[in-house]
T-cell receptor
Framework: DAKTTQPPSMDCAEGRAANLPCNHSTISGNEYVYWYRQIHSQGPQYIIHGLKNNETNEMASLIITEDRKSSTLILPHATLRDTAVYYCIVRGNSGGSNYKLTFGKGTLLTVNP | GAVVSQHPSWVICKSGTSVKIECRSLDFQATTMFWYRQFPKQSLMLMATSNEGSKATYEQGVEKDKFLINHASLTLSTLTVTSAHPEDSSFYIC???????????FGPGTRLTVL
């Protein structure tokens, strides 16, 4: 799986949009970009994933550049409960053990009141 | 979203004893389950992948005889830490998926402390 690079930490004001960047310059054509987050002492939570088109769900939006070498996760109106470590992971979508996720260090997003 | 539970949520045991952790998919059938562990201030490290009805595949450096994994049904996988030692103290997290889903769903984790 392709390696990702994320800033170690970011701050955001409550109510503002949080934009979390991720570089994945070695991504291959069949690999998806996944985002998970982990609130302290809890299991990770799935947020969103995409291949090349921008995606949006009730939690966030995912913007993938045209060359697919980077992406941005957008939390439109951050709340204090969004404080967590956010992981950007690149992974193929074939079956079985290829579903495994390789977690990097992620970005610690701190939402401030 | 799909729900995955783990039991127990925390356990304290004496060195040399064995501990079993259960992972259940509550509202879907999990053809594949994964076991991770996370040491303080570190990221999740995959330990093994298990497919229902077959032997688990362990990551390099993970002792299969120490971390016994059973995935006997489509809704239950167990991880047994045998002869636990203080260095096995960690946060153990499972995840589950099935062939129809792209995402994995994670359990809440089990904190193991070995005295």
């Amino acid at each position: 799986d392709a390696k990702t690079t994320q800033p170690p930490s970011m701050d955001c004001a409550e109510g503002r949009a949080a934009n979390l960047p991720c570089n994945h310059s070695t991504i291959s054509g069949n690999e998806y970009v996944y985002w998970y987050r982990q609130i302290h002492s809890q299991g990770p939570q799935y947020i969103i994933h995409g291949l090349k088109n921008n995606e949006t769900n009730e939690m966030a939006s995912l913007i993938i550049t045209e060359d697919r070498k980077s992406s941005t996760l957008i939390l439109p109106h951050a709340t204090l409960r969004d404080t967590a470590v956010y992981y950007c992971i690149v992974r193929g979508n074939s079956g079985g053990s290829n579903y495994k996720l390789t977690f990097g260090k992620g970005t610690l997003l701190t939402v401030n009141p | 979203g799909a729900v995955v539970s783990q039991h127990p949520s925390w356990v304290i045991c004496k060195s040399g004893t064995s501990v079993k952790i259960e992972c259940r998919s509550l509202d879907f059938q999990a053809t594949t389950m994964f076991w991770y562990r996370q040491f303080p201030k570190q990221s999740l490290m995959l330990m093994a992948t298990s497919n229902e009805g077959s032997k688990a595949t362990y990551e390099q450096g993970v002792e299969k005889d120490k971390f016994l994994i059973n995935h006997a049904s489509l809704t239950l996988s167990t991880l047994t830490v045998t002869s636990a030692h203080p260095e096995d103290s960690s946060f153990y997290i499972c995840s589950a998926t099935d062939l129809g889903r792209a995402e994995q769903f994670f359990g809440p984790g089990t904190r193991l402390t070995v005295l």
